[in-house]
Every structure is written in C-alpha cells, then in structure tokens.
C-alpha cells in the first residue's frame, strides 16, 4: 500500500505534492503537544490511520531538504573556485 501511494503521489503536480506534504507536517505539529493531553488517544488514533500520508510527506520534505542542501553546496563550491581565480 505504501508503494502505490509513493507511486501516486510521484505523478503528482509540484504544487499538489508540496501541499500534502504540507499539511501532514502541520498535522503532525498539531499532534505533538496533544498527545499529551486528554486527547491522545484520538489524536494516536488519527496518526496511525494516517501513517502512510504522514510517511509519504516526511520523505517529500526530507527530499526537498536534501535539494536544497546539494545546491547550497554546488553554490559554495563554484564560489571558492571564482574567489580562487580572482585572487
């Protein structure tokens, strides 16, 4: 099931895929401090009906993360090279 959904969600146009990655991530901000409160067990519940979604918007931001990372990196490194040529 998780496959299929990485599939579906693979297809899917740019902006779809940054929304739902999106909203998994605030609805997993919002289930962190109510878990601890007198809601956890619905709250438990939801995220574990939601795992896959949760899962599949956790690796879209952590690929975007990593994105942008790389190109911070190649940025850095054609930097030092024209700073080295200029001196």
């Known amino acids: 099931m998780r496959e ?3 599939e579906r969600l693979s297809w899917l146009p740019e902006a779809v895929a940054r929304r739902h990655a999106r909203h998994y991530a605030e ?3 919002r289930a962190g401090p109510a878990l601890m409160g007198h809601d956890a ?3 438990l519940s939801i995220l ?3 795992t896959d ?3 599949g918007g956790l ?3 952590a690929s975007v993360v ?3 990372t790389m190109l911070r990196k190649k940025q ?3 930097w030092q090279r024209f700073s080295a040529r200029s001196r």
Do not use: G, M, P, T
Request: proline letters at 0%; one cysteine or more.
């Open 48 to 50: 574990v009906e939601e």
């Open 76 to 78: 850095a490194s054609r």
């Open 41 to 43: 067990r619905r709250w």
């Open 27 to 29: 609805v997993a901000e």
């Open 4 to 6: 299929h959904a990485r």
């Open 66 to 68: 990593f994105a942008l």
């Open 53 to 55: 979604n949760l899962l």
């Open 59 to 61: 690796c879209r931001l």
